[in-house]
């Protein structure tokens, strides 16, 4: 609707821009491509298909460069088409956006059972059941040579550790572990587990891994089970990894963090940068067409006079800004049949011809237009949708003096 308003150790108050640019920015939504509502139907698809493909074909331009622009606007609707006429590719757009089309699925749930001969011949079952917290499974075997039965069972703190447990009953008596593993850097997994069997008695491990390079130091605390050898065996690794967090792994982390950051600011100057020209190439490409379009509406028509987006407010809309940029061609060439809709309500800032000038901050799309020979204005919030011409009008009257 309308509106006549306008880790653990990271440090949140820094690489707002990178951060937001990541979470709104990273891919075009594929809805705001076609134009349609994330619950337009398939007709409604296959129509905004139609119209866009018509309106971007390169054979509609004559210089070798805006068919090369052009070609490419055409692949984009192309693409967003092949996806969303899609129901199953679709349904996973929806879910986890355009990485998950890649993905060849989850198994969360699995059932086995293997038989094998010989002389160490055996029968071997298992269930498995895993979910974003909790993960159990079980195994057991029967056999001349080796049985034993298992139960192991992982719960996830996300962003901060996991908790291992497994008991393990063998021919020669069980064996129980316990322990926690977390990721100590960006590159560097470090885990603490504590084996407890009438066999071994009672052990330590400590495992590190970075990359692709794993250190196991195994630790044999005791002989015999015996309960303040476990209490020791359990607290002093505790102990030892709170002065190291605090006193290395902590610092060395923040300043991994920064460096990482900082990178991430980088690349996302360069994203918007990279979209700030794609759609400076678009509006090139759509404005051969705007006098074909203007000549169609005719003087009674609708013609879009200014239009700007980005950071507006009802008394100072600066044209010059560099928060504001002038989107009244990428408008003007949608406007069909005297009539402008955008039924997307999602960020114009996905829109052809568009692209975020004030990342992170409220933008507004404001347009002036002229119908059977009056001029209208009108201020959109960012995930309005568009609709052209408004009964509403007259309420925004009053905004094209204050923003003039």
Known sequence: MASGDGENYEDNSSGFFADDLDQHDTERDLYAI??????????????AYRRL???????????????????????????????????????IYDVVGTKGLKAEG?????????????????????????NQTL???????????????????????????????????????????????????????????????????VSLRLKFTRGSQAFTFPLQISQDI??????????APTLA?????????????????EKEQKKREDEAREKQAERRREAINAQEVLRSLVDQIKDREGLEGLIILEARYGQLGLTTTNENSIKIIDVTVPLQVLVKDSTLKIATTVSKSNLTGFYDPCIGEEKSLFIKYSLRSQIHTILYKDTDPVILPNRGNQIYLFLSNQIE
């Not at 349609?36 to 129509?47: H, L």
């Not at 390169?58 to 129901?87: C, G, S, T």
């Not at 195994?139 to 298992?150: C, E, K």
């Open 53 to 91: 493909t018509l309106l971007y074909h390169p054979d509609k331009h004559v210089e070798p460069r805006n068919k090369q622009l052009a070609m490419d606007l055409f692949i984009q609707v192309k693409k967003a088409y092949d996806i969303l006429n899609d129901p199953q590719k679709r349904a």
């Open 135 to 201: 993960s159990v499974s079980s195994a057991i075997q029967l056999g001349f040579v080796n049985t034993y039965g298992a139960i192991d069972g992982v719960y996830r703190f996300p962003d901060i550790c996991n908790l291992r447990c497994s008991l393990k009953l063998f021919v020669f008596g069980p064996w129980f572990e316990y322990g926690i593993d977390r990721q100590l850097t960006k590159y560097t997994h470090g885990s603490a587990t504590v084996a407890v069997s009438s066999r071994m008695g």
């Open 34 to 47: 076609l134009h349609i509502n994330k619950d337009a139907d398939a007709v409604t698809i296959q129509q």
């Open 106 to 130: 989850w198994e969360v749930n699995r059932i086995s059972l293997q038989w094998k001969t010989g002389a160490d011949s055996c029968m071997k079952g298992g269930l498995h059941y895993d």
């Open 241 to 257: 990894y709170l002065v190291l967090d605090r006193l290395i792994i902590r610092p060395f982390a923040r300043s991994e963090q």
């Open 226 to 235: 015996v309960p303040s050898t476990i209490f020791y065996a359990t607290v």
